[in-house]
Nanobody, 123 residues
Framework: VQLQASGGGLVRPGGSLRLSCAAS????????MGWFRQAPGKERNLVAA????????RYSESVKGRFTISRDTTKNTVHLQMNNLKPEDTALYYC?????????????????WGQGTLVTVSS
């Protein structure tokens, strides 16, 4: 599966951005999708994830209440709406997918990666 992320950019603190990721090359099977991020000098960590139906989601504590993940299975896309952005949200954001659907949306289940899209939050 190929994952193409878009929507990054420069935004002021308190602003909003919407990231999108389109999956292609997959002809069958359900799978979860998610967003990870990596700031300079830090590890890559899960930000948000969503299962195939969209019923089950998982968020990192640092983004709960500010970020919302959603997906459109008919278009094989996932979105991350990011509100009230903070400087500490600055990072390279990666779209990811699992091989099959997931209930717990654990980090290690995500084995397919797109290229990163840079989000910079600065005044």
């Amino acid at each position: 599966v190929q994952l193409q992320a878009s929507g990054g950019g420069l935004v002021r603190p308190g602003g909003s951005l919407r990231l999108s990721c389109a999956a292609s090359g997959r002809t069958s099977g359900n799978y979860a999708m998610g967003w990870f991020r990596q700031a300079p000098g830090k590890e890559r960590n899960l930000v948000a994830a969503i299962n195939w139906s969209g019923y089950n989601t998982r968020y990192s504590e640092s983004v709960k209440g500010r970020f919302t993940i959603s997906r459109d299975t008919t278009k094989n896309t996932v979105h991350l709406q990011m509100n009230n952005l903070k400087p500490e949200d600055t990072a390279l954001y990666y779209c990811a997918a699992t091989d099959s659907d997931s209930y717990y949306l654990l980090d290690h289940e995500f084995g397919h990666w797109g290229q990163g899209t840079l989000v910079t939050v600065s005044s």
